[in-house]
Each structure stands twice: as C-alpha cells, then as structure tokens.
C-alpha cells in the first residue's frame, strides 16, 4: 500500500510502501516548516551578513559556518557528511538564490520510506 505521507503539502508526494502488513503508517504530523520550543523565540535567531550573492567564499560569513565551504553541490545536495550543516534561513539577509539557501525552495527529488521487517 502507498501513502503520501506529506498529504499535498509538497509538490512532490512522499511515499510511504508497507511491505509488510499493508496498514497505514504510525500517526504523525506532517509539518512543512520549523517549529520550537516557546523558549527559542526569546532568543531570536542571527543570520549572516551577506546581503547578495556570494562571489567570494573566503569572505562569505554564510560559507565560514560550515567550516570554509557550502556544504551543497551544485544539484543542492549535500556532498560532504557534516556532523552538522548551517543553512541560511528566512532572518538572514542573502537572497533566496543564495547557494546556502536549500530547504527553504521545497523537495526537488523523489524519495521514499517503506516498513520492513
């Protein structure tokens, strides 16, 4: 049985394929944005400071979060296993085209999870 666990709030379906007993998956929500903790609005978040596109990485506060580098390839995938990947967010200044700005434009590729044994 496949699920679109998203429920139309992707333009891409996200399937869910029961392998095993053809039942819904566990109940959850689907959210399509960030949610926090009361506590985390007291301290509002710092973006960079990069108010355009970053031509020069060395001097990119965006790209200097994540060690030197932007963390994704040219297909906005990450290419680099990081214990940790600082992306830009809706309180930075950069443009929505910058390279650090992924998750904010919406899946982009197909994938699935499926319940096994």
Do not use: W
């Given at each position: 049985?496949?699920y679109d666990v998203s429920k139309g709030k992707e333009n891409i379906?996200?399937?869910?394929?029961?392998?095993?007993?053809?039942?819904?998956?566990?109940?959850?929500?689907?959210?399509?944005?960030?949610?926090?903790?009361?506590?985390?609005?007291?301290?509002?978040?710092?973006?960079?400071?990069?108010?355009?596109?970053?031509s020069n990485i060395e001097q990119c506060s965006c790209a200097s979060?994540?060690?030197?580098?932007?963390?994704f390839n040219p297909r906005s995938s990450i290419f680099k296993a990081?214990?940790?990947?600082?992306?830009?967010?809706?309180?930075?200044?950069?443009?929505?085209?910058?390279?650090?700005?992924?998750?904010?434009?919406?899946?982009?590729?197909?994938?699935?999870?499926?319940?096994?044994?």
């Amino acid at each position: 049985m496949e699920y679109d666990v998203s429920k139309g709030k992707e333009n891409i379906s996200i399937l869910s394929i029961d392998a095993m007993d053809d039942g819904d998956p566990p109940p959850f929500t689907y959210i399509t944005n960030m949610k926090y903790l009361d506590l985390y609005y007291i301290i509002r978040p710092q973006g960079c400071c990069c108010t355009r596109i970053c031509s020069n990485i060395e001097q990119c506060s965006c790209a200097s979060k994540n060690g030197g580098e932007f963390p994704f390839n040219p297909r906005s995938s990450i290419f680099k296993a990081k214990f940790f990947v600082h992306e830009c967010g809706p309180y930075y200044e950069c443009p929505p085209s910058c390279k650090n700005r992924v998750s904010q434009h919406g899946l982009m590729y197909h994938f699935e999870f499926s319940k096994t044994k």
